[in-house]
């Protein structure tokens, strides 16, 4: 650990208040790609396989940061073109407790040098909630580069789920991983060209009299027979009554041979 410290210019990154020794300024976090989370969590820490990378979107990582598990990601500008990020990320198992913390040390450019977690599994500098941040992140630059999206501020980002409600089946969201991050794909994607396009609704013209009594003329000489018929007064008469069977009277069975 005082390695680490030493790597993050002598400070403890979890004594630092997020908002106030750091910022939750995009333009400040480091250029982080999916090679450099590839090369961090594979080749850097042995957390994951290249085979498990290929699947990334299957990875609890993955999973973690697109159902809204990683809030109040912020950064700190060290020296040596080094910066700090802080997060929170929920537990896996027990999500009423109080969310687990993470700190990243990066190079500006992306390159992750180290990293650290409150988790069992955090000492090894590689869990799936440094993943979440790191993906978390990724995106944010994404987004930070994407010139037409500036305006969106960090609407485009999973929404924090501070806490998970019974809910009818119904009302669950059973969208996959996958799924969610294509949907932010096609985010990026559309906030990268200069100009979004913006399509304009049509303004369509109720049909007049006559354009209703030729259409239902059409459809009469089709012998097509459409429900709206019964409502309109010259054409109920393809609507028959429909004839009810009378009911027999108990008194009458008796004399009903049918009945014997």
């Known amino acids: 650990m005082l390695k680490k410290m030493r790597m993050c210019d002598n400070i403890d990154p979890f004594t630092l208040r997020a908002g106030t020794d750091t910022s939750s300024d995009v ?46 990601l912020s950064a700190k500008q060290l020296q040596d073109d080094k910066v700090l990020l802080l997060g929170e990320v929920n537990h896996s198992q027990r999500l009423p407790d109080q969310p687990l913390h993470v700190w990243i040390l990066c190079k ?13 599994a955090g000492t090894r500098e590689a869990c799936s909630h440094v993943g979440a941040c790191l993906y978390a992140v990724e995106t944010s630059v994404q987004m930070r580069n994407a010139t037409s ?22 009302d669950i969201d059973f969208t996959s991983s996958r799924v969610k991050k294509r949907k932010q794909d096609d985010i990026i994607n ?31 000489s089709a012998n097509v027979v459409p429900a709206i018929f019964s409502v ?9 009554e429909p004839v009810r069977a009378k009911h027999a009277h108990l008194e009458n069975l008796a004399d009903d041979p049918a009945g014997v």
């Open 232 to 240: 309109l007064p010259e054409y109920q008469h393809y609507f028959k």
């Open 27 to 72: 333009d400040i976090f480091p250029d982080i790609a999916y090679g450099d989370i590839v090369n961090y969590l594979v080749f850097s820490a042995n957390y994951l396989t290249l085979e498990e990378m290929k699947a990334f979107k299957s990875t609890e990582a993955h999973n973690y940061f697109t159902s809204g598990w990683v809030k109040d």
């Open 190 to 220: 559309s906030c990268s060209s200069a100009e979004t396009e913006v399509e304009k609704e049509v303004d369509i013209p109720a049909p007049t009299e006559q354009e209703l009594r030729d259409f239902y003329k059409a459809i009469e």
């Open 108 to 120: 500006k450019h992306g390159l992750v040098l180290s990293a650290h977690c409150t988790c069992m």
């Open 149 to 170: 999206c500036t305006s969106l501020s960090n609407t485009w980002l999973p929404a924090y789920v501070e806490e998970v409600h019974f809910k009818r089946l119904k």
